[in-house]
């Protein structure tokens, strides 16, 4: 079965400072996505970034960037430039096609960061 | 981008009772949502796949019986909580994905239930 584990419980990083939150995962298969999702205090899940499992070219969303690393199985995700309002929790998933056709995740316990003034 | 609005925010309910929650693709049309429920300071726990026009899939544990999900629109699930007790308690979160777009869900802004 697929994990996601996230190691951090919480990290703290000042404004304007760069913060690197680490993913591990396992699994067997070879075609998959893995995402990050935030999750500030009203509980919305918001998109990040995802990564294509296929792609080796780590993707970037501005101030987010993540190092793939796949035969290490490691998806952290760097913020950039922290502001105030990066202060959520960060959840690391996993998504695998089912049989059936649909997509799952798979997501870790979570990091919870505190950008500081 | 794709919607997802999930409905009530809140639910306050006594022990016993039944309590629905909402579902709805705004924007979109999804043959499939999925339900997850999350406990304070830990991750989301899949619950169930709702499929539309057939049952849904419940994750292994998941009380079909107590969580009753329907799916009768392609932009439309509803979870019925039946028989609520204080344990059930807890955030539900549904999410649906966009054929349209690329791959990742939406994810809706949850329900706070408390039973008492």
């Known amino acids: 079965a697929q994990t996601v584990t996230q190691s951090q419980p919480e990290m703290s990083v000042q404004e304007a400072e760069t913060v690197t939150l680490s993913c591990t995962y396992d699994?067997?298969?070879?075609?998959?996505?893995l995402f990050w999702y935030k999750q500030p205090p009203s509980r919305q899940m918001i998109l990040v970034i995802r990564?294509?499992?296929?792609?080796?070219q780590n993707a970037t969303e501005n101030r987010f960037s993540v190092n793939f690393q796949k035969a290490a199985k490691s998806f952290s995700l760097k913020i950039s430039d922290s502001q105030l309002g990066d202060t959520a929790m960060y959840f690391c998933?996993?998504?695998?096609?089912?049989?059936?056709?649909?997509?799952?995740?798979?997501f870790g316990t979570g990091t919870r960061l505190k950008v500081l003034a | 981008g794709a919607v997802v609005s999930q409905h009530p925010s809140r639910v306050i309910c006594k022990s016993g009772t039944s309590v629905k929650i909402e579902c709805r693709s705004l924007?979109?049309?999804?043959?499939?949502m999925f339900w997850y429920r999350q406990f304070p300071k830990q991750s989301l726990m899949l619950m169930a796949t709702s499929n539309e026009g057939s049952k849904a899939t419940y994750e292994q544990g998941v009380e079909k019986d107590k969580f009753l999900i329907n799916h009768a629109s392609l932009t439309l699930s509803t979870l019925t909580v039946t028989s609520a007790h204080p344990e059930d308690s807890s955030f539900y979160i549904c999410?649906?994905?966009?054929?349209?777009?690329?791959?990742?869900?939406?994810f809706g802004s949850g329900t706070r239930l408390t039973v008492v």
């Open positions: 699994t067997s298969e070879s075609n998959y996505y």
């Open positions: 990564q294509e499992a296929y792609k080796q």
């Open positions: 998933a996993f998504m695998k096609l089912l049989t059936s056709g649909t997509y799952k995740y798979i």
């Open positions: 924007d979109f049309q999804a043959t499939t």
């Open positions: 999410s649906a994905r966009d054929t349209g777009t690329e791959y990742g869900y939406t």
